[in-house]
């Protein structure tokens, strides 16, 4: 099993959906849990860190369930611009977050 | 800009030759990391230097690869001898050093390398 899963997609929605996407991760030990949205051909960018009581930033609501291993991430009321690959990032180690793995990446159209 | 920056942006070469990439980390950020990212997959973490000491490296860093942080503040990343599949996007990042999910790791706009 792979350290970090994600659904590569494509995810075509049409603007205004809302959209979900879930990530499971295998460290049960795992202690800190981070979206990053990367755009083509650029480098990824921190979306959202995501908390064990969840958070909400605007249209972007991330959670996160321990006991079945995964986090989530809803965009509501999708853009154009929301168009990119979304990655799950875990941190298996306490303390810091110096190593950093990466799911595959979700990838999400959001067409006109 | 007070980001963190890269260089080269692009990077050709042919197969056997030494390439030399660096990254300017965000001032003040004590952590920097290397990771290799290839078309369709996610960063894979190369290495990691707190201030100027090398704490990590993934066994993917083969004794090709080499990377320094003399002095704390920018880094560099060396591969010799290149090889076809060394092609990527070397990305670097760099994190305040804090405790837990705080440290957030931001990312220069990466070294894309193509060996010919």
């Known amino acids: 099993r792979k350290e970090v899963e994600q659904d590569p997609g494509p995810f075509n929605v049409p603007e205004g959906a809302t959209v979900a996407f879930n990530c499971t991760y295998s460290?049960?030990?795992?202690?800190?849990f981070f979206w990053y949205r990367q755009d083509c051909r650029k480098e990824p960018k921190l979306l959202m860190s995501v908390y064990s009581s969840g958070n909400e930033d605007g249209r972007f609501t991330a959670q996160l369930n321990r006991a079945s291993q995964y986090i989530s991430l809803l965009i509501r009321d999708s853009k154009l611009s929301d168009s990119a690959t979304y990655l799950c990032?875990?941190?298996?180690?306490?303390?810091?977050?110096?190593?950093?793995?990466w799911g595959l990446g979700t990838s999400l159209a959001v067409n006109p | 800009d007070t980001g963190v920056s890269q260089d080269p942006r692009h990077k050709i070469t042919k197969r056997g030759q030494n390439v030399t990439f660096r990254c300017d980390p965000i001032s003040e950020h004590n952590r920097l990391y290397w990771y290799r990212q290839t078309l369709g997959q996610g960063p894979e973490f190369l290495t990691y230097?707190?201030?100027?000491?090398?704490?990590?490296k993934s066994r993917l860093l083969s004794d090709r690869f080499s990377a320094e942080r003399p002095k704390g503040s920018f880094s560099t990343l060396e591969i010799q001898r290149t090889e076809q599949g060394d092609s990527a996007m070397y990305l670097c990042?760099?994190?305040?050093?804090?405790?837990?999910?705080?440290?957030?790791?931001?990312f220069g706009p990466g070294t894309r390398l193509t060996v010919l």
């Open positions: 990032v875990v941190n298996p180690y306490a303390g810091n977050n110096r190593k950093l793995i």
């Open positions: 990042a760099s994190s305040p050093g804090l405790a837990g999910v705080a440290d957030t790791q931001y």
């Open positions: 460290n049960s030990a795992s202690q800190s």
């Open positions: 230097f707190q201030n100027e000491a090398q704490l990590e």
